[in-house]
């Protein structure tokens, strides 16, 4: 299995704040990469897929980077909406896995 | 609008099985593939497996030999059976849609998430 690894596991930031999340691969999954947000008691909300393409009607605020085995989801000016646990996942080979989750908090 | 619903027992007991549905509405199920995601109370996501509308399957290996997905095209559903359960098993049970967009497989479509209870 392909394991995801994301740091950190938790950050506390402003709102304002320019954020960054990473996701690490245990072997290349070129740009077979999502990310996901999920607020409490939420289904996880897709974001960006093959690494670096923003859904449609995503804010333009999230954007994301990487290939191979390191992957980067950057909110450029967080909002107080954006206050979630967010993931990654690797859909390169089955069984497609997932990072831990990143936890954004208050500060 | 493409809508996913969960439906099944909340409370499971050791050893049975545990049977969940997931009813599609505002789009066909065709085309697609159809997954089941997992996630322990307060813990991470767990893929458990997909089906395509054609029926073939694909399991995680962690849970491939307790576990059954399919498919009713004529009633827009597809469905989970995790045979066996222990408490290890208790979390929330999501159903996603699953686009290929060519080689990429794109979650774009969940359900809100159904608590399952293993407990006696």
């Known amino acids: 299995d392909i394991q995801m690894t994301q740091s950190p596991s938790s950050l506390s930031a402003s709102v304002g704040d320019r954020v960054t999340i990473t996701c690490r691969a245990s072997q290349s999954i070129s740009t077979y990469l999502s990310w996901f947000q999920q607020k409490p008691g939420k289904a996880p909300k897709f974001l960006i897929y093959?690494?670096?393409s923003v859904l449609s009607g995503v804010p333009s605020r999230f954007s994301g980077g990487g290939s191979g085995t390191d992957f980067a989801l950057t909110i450029s000016s967080l909002q107080p909406e954006d206050f979630a646990t967010y993931y990654c996942q690797q859909t390169y080979s089955t069984p497609w896995t997932f990072g831990q989750g990143t936890k954004v908090e208050i500060k | 609008q493409v809508q996913l619903q969960e439906s099944g027992p909340g409370v499971v007991k050791p050893s049975e099985t545990l049977s969940l549905t997931c009813t599609v509405s505002?789009?066909?199920?065709?085309?697609?593939?159809w997954s089941w995601i997992r996630q322990p109370p307060g813990k991470g996501l767990e893929w458990i497996g997909y089906?395509?509308?054609?029926?073939?399957?694909n399991y995680n290996p962690s849970l491939k030999s307790r576990v059954t997905i399919s498919v009713d095209t004529s009633k827009n559903q597809f469905s989970l059976k995790l045979n066996s359960v222990t408490a290890a098993d208790t979390a929330i049970y999501f159903c996603?849609?699953?686009?290929?967009?060519?080689?990429?497989?794109?979650?774009?479509?969940w359900g809100q998430g159904t608590l399952v209870t293993v407990s006696s």
């Open positions: 093959a690494a670096t």
């Open positions: 089906i395509y509308y054609s029926g073939s399957t």
């Open positions: 996603a849609r699953v686009l290929p967009s060519g080689s990429y497989r794109l979650f774009d479509y």
């Open positions: 505002g789009g066909s199920i065709i085309s697609y593939y």
